[in-house]
């Protein structure tokens, strides 16, 4: 699968609408709700947090995911929705209602996502009123005001489409902070009309999902809202097999995960930590996930310090059993640790390497042939300042 | 076993003395080299730092403890002496030796500690002068010198010392960031006139480190030095129990661990996690450390909002088992958050409660009966500056 990028975001696949509006969720007055509708039913999949503390929107997707068919999406963001017991449960179902009902689709047909502050119920007037706005806003150019709608603390809208030849895919995504996605993610939204049975899309976006938004970790955060969802209306015609289909997404999910570890909150650069040489695969995320949740590391990356003491510190920390003499780090391609010692770094090529916004951190155990690479960011005065001043 | 605090540090108990110099490490000409020493040979027993790259002091301590018996420490602040292979090791050696040769006693009765930067060779000639200087220094007053001396981002020294009747304990300890002790902890020094043999005094250190030093988390990161070191000297000929040696421990352990958080990085807040209702005891510490360890829950404090939303999704990330239902949250006795719901609280009184330096979270599982009270501080802009700048 390779792709050529197009414009139109989730959008760009034909018979996809999408429309943004400010229904007054968020004080600012930015938008903040999102109607994404499909002219056909569409296959449908999705991964989910793993927080137990799971939203009423997540709760209420999964049950309208049960057999495998969507035709629109709602979304709003400044409220999470989250630990609003059967309030909370009402509340989502009531959106996906009044998507149904404007439309003339069954409730069931339409998935419901929330993302912002966790513990409030949702101002459902302003809610209603904003959806029915929304819906009759829907049209073919609407993907840049959804993924707009759809943003917290992200300083940017995160959204991008390819055309496959037979088919093509969209998608859009949001999220800056909260962020360890496990078994789910954040916030994402990819359309399609390729021909896909909902089985089919169910493992070719698992595959996608675990090769790109499962490697992103800004805060080691797991939220309690995450939800990557699959769209796939069929109306190209085209008939795309599983493990194809998963390496369409994953052209698309890997930019997009590759842009919310870039607007970070408050980050000041991008590390790409690498670990080579591991046992196995949950060994390497286990270490990776160690470097990339350390603030001591982060902070030394803010502070452009290549500080490797920090990053073995780490590694030994989370595997007691490591075996030091074994162990090399590179930072920037310059060998910073070797077998467990300081390496011989020239401290000016040093300098030279962190002057640059996207590190890399390669790490190698030498006890296995396990791979992985895992995104991060660093750990700056401006994430302390947004999430000391984004108040209850 | 109920102590009546004293003067003296970890000179109280009679026939310890301590020293503490500036021998070159630290560039700022401040205090870096410490050594304690008793008139006669001590039962001794000491805790290390499970982090797989532990530092060659440790390795070299571990040693040298193995008959359980020990007559004099050295430590130096300002390089860990960590992640330096072989070279290190011969040089945590000839620290010991230096001293041995100085007092008369032998190389295997002189513990060794290291605290600082990771990474670097320890300047041995400094390091040897400084030896010498301290060990002409000794004296019965020497406590308050040693405690600065093992200080590295502390901003003030942490000692203390209790009579129990028969006996007397003092203790010191230093640590302010790379904290999160796990079967161990940072460095502290007990020194005590009790007689008791090095098995019981080992059972009697556990016990007490387990609940004190083990339950304290800055930043979740282990670091590769961690020790704590107890030294029973006998002379008081008082023979105590095991068990009434840990209570007595515990009594000096419990305060300085709370001086560490107190003195935590750059932090504006002390925070006092109480778990309940836990299955188990290793069920409370992984979800108060999750809580804990959350720079979301962190950065909300340090901001003086009592974020009921981040806790609950610290939770929920950590135990996806949890049942939201049962679980409530408390801050300062407020209760915040009931049965996985908001609870019915006045925001000004939530305001008074969080206008104060220590914070009580009292966070209730309903499915055990186990508890646990962990310390940890807040995420500030102060810690980001402290390890932005702490260069290597």
Same mark, same amino acid.
């Given at each position: 699968?390779?792709?050529?990028?197009?414009?139109?975001?989730?959008?760009?696949?034909?018979?996809?609408?999408?429309?943004?509006?400010?229904?007054?969720?968020?004080?600012?007055?930015?938008?903040?709700?999102?109607?994404?509708?499909?002219?056909?039913?569409?296959?449908?999949?999705?991964?989910?947090?793993?927080?137990?503390? +799971?939203?009423?929107?997540?709760?209420?997707? %999964?049950?309208?995911?049960?057999?495998?068919?969507?035709?629109?999406?709602?979304?709003?963001?400044?409220?999470?929705?989250?630990?609003? &017991?059967?309030?909370?449960?009402?509340?989502?179902?009531?959106?996906?209602?009044?998507?149904?009902?404007?439309?003339?689709?069954?409730?069931?047909?339409?998935?419901?996502?929330?993302?912002?502050?966790?513990? $409030?119920?949702?101002?459902?007037?302003?809610?209603?009123?904003?959806?029915?706005?929304?819906?009759?806003?829907?049209?073919?150019?609407? =993907?840049?005001?959804?993924?707009?709608?759809?943003?917290?603390?992200?300083?940017?809208?995160?959204?991008?489409?390819?055309?496959?030849?037979?088919?093509?895919?969209?998608?859009?995504?949001?999220?800056?902070?909260?962020?360890?996605?496990?078994?789910?993610?954040?916030?994402?939204?990819?359309?399609?009309?390729?021909?896909?049975?909902?089985? #089919?899309?169910?493992?070719?976006?698992?595959?996608?999902?675990?090769?790109?938004?499962?490697?992103?970790?800004?805060?080691?955060?797991?939220?309690?809202?995450?939800?990557?969802?699959?769209?796939?209306? &069929?109306?190209?015609?085209?008939?795309?097999?599983?493990? #194809?289909?998963?390496?369409?997404?994953?052209?698309?999910?890997?930019?997009? =995960?590759?842009?919310?570890?870039?607007?970070?909150?408050?980050?000041?650069?991008?590390?790409?930590?690498? %670990?080579?040489?591991?046992?196995?695969?949950?060994?390497?995320?286990?270490?990776?996930?160690?470097?990339?949740?350390?603030?001591?590391?982060?902070?030394?990356?803010?502070? &452009?310090?290549?500080?490797?003491?920090?990053?073995?510190?780490?590694? $030994?920390?989370?595997?007691?059993?490591? #075996?030091?003499?074994?162990?090399?780090?590179? %930072?920037? $391609?310059?060998?910073?640790?070797?077998?467990?010692?300081?390496?011989?770094?020239?401290?000016?090529?040093?300098? &030279?390497?962190?002057?640059?916004?996207?590190?890399?951190?390669? %790490?190698?155990?030498? +006890?296995?042939?396990?791979?992985?690479?895992?995104?991060?960011?660093?750990?700056?005065?401006?994430?302390?300042?947004?999430?000391?001043?984004?108040?209850?």
């Amino acid at each position: 699968m390779n792709g050529k990028m197009i414009y139109g975001g989730i959008c760009a696949p034909p018979g996809f609408k999408a429309s943004g509006v400010a229904c007054g969720l968020k004080e600012s007055g930015e938008l903040d709700l999102c109607v994404l509708a499909s002219d056909a039913e569409c296959s449908a999949a999705g991964t989910f947090t793993s927080n137990a503390f +799971r939203a009423a929107p997540v709760a209420v997707t %999964i049950e309208h995911l049960e057999d495998g068919r969507l035709q629109a999406a709602v979304i709003n963001s400044g409220n999470a929705n989250a630990c609003t &017991g059967e309030r909370g449960l009402a509340d989502a179902r009531a959106m996906a209602h009044s998507v149904a009902i404007e439309l003339g689709i069954d409730d069931s047909q339409v998935a419901v996502a929330s993302t912002g502050l966790i513990g $409030g119920y949702l101002p459902m007037q302003k809610l209603e009123e904003g959806i029915k706005h929304a819906i009759g806003a829907l049209h073919e150019g609407g =993907a840049g005001e959804a993924a707009r709608a759809i943003m917290t603390t992200d300083t940017y809208p995160k959204e991008l489409s390819f055309d496959f030849g037979d088919f093509s895919i969209g998608g859009m995504a949001k999220g800056a902070g909260m962020m360890k996605p496990n078994m789910a993610t954040m916030l994402a939204f990819l359309t399609s009309d390729a021909q896909i049975d909902p089985r #089919d899309l169910s493992a070719a976006l698992r595959i996608a999902v675990d090769a790109s938004f499962n490697l992103v970790n800004i805060d080691g955060c797991t939220s309690t809202n995450d939800m990557v969802l699959a769209l796939a209306s &069929g109306t190209s015609r085209a008939k795309v097999k599983a493990e #194809d289909f998963a390496a369409a997404l994953l052209q698309v999910c890997s930019p997009l =995960a590759h842009m919310l570890v870039e607007d970070a909150e408050g980050s000041t650069r991008l590390i790409k930590i690498r %670990i080579g040489g591991a046992f196995d695969h949950a060994e390497a995320k286990k270490l990776a996930t160690a470097v990339a949740e350390s603030p001591l590391v982060k902070t030394a990356f803010f502070g &452009g310090d290549p500080n490797w003491g920090r990053i073995v510190q780490a590694l $030994g920390a989370a595997e007691p059993r490591l #075996d030091p003499s074994k162990v090399s780090v590179k %930072i920037g $391609g310059l060998a910073v640790a070797e077998r467990g010692e300081s390496g011989m770094v020239d401290p000016a090529s040093l300098e &030279g390497i962190m002057a640059v916004k996207e590190i890399e951190i390669d %790490i190698d155990l030498s +006890r296995g042939d396990s791979v992985i690479e895992l995104l991060t960011s660093d750990l700056s005065y401006e994430y302390v300042r947004i999430n000391a001043e984004y108040h209850t």
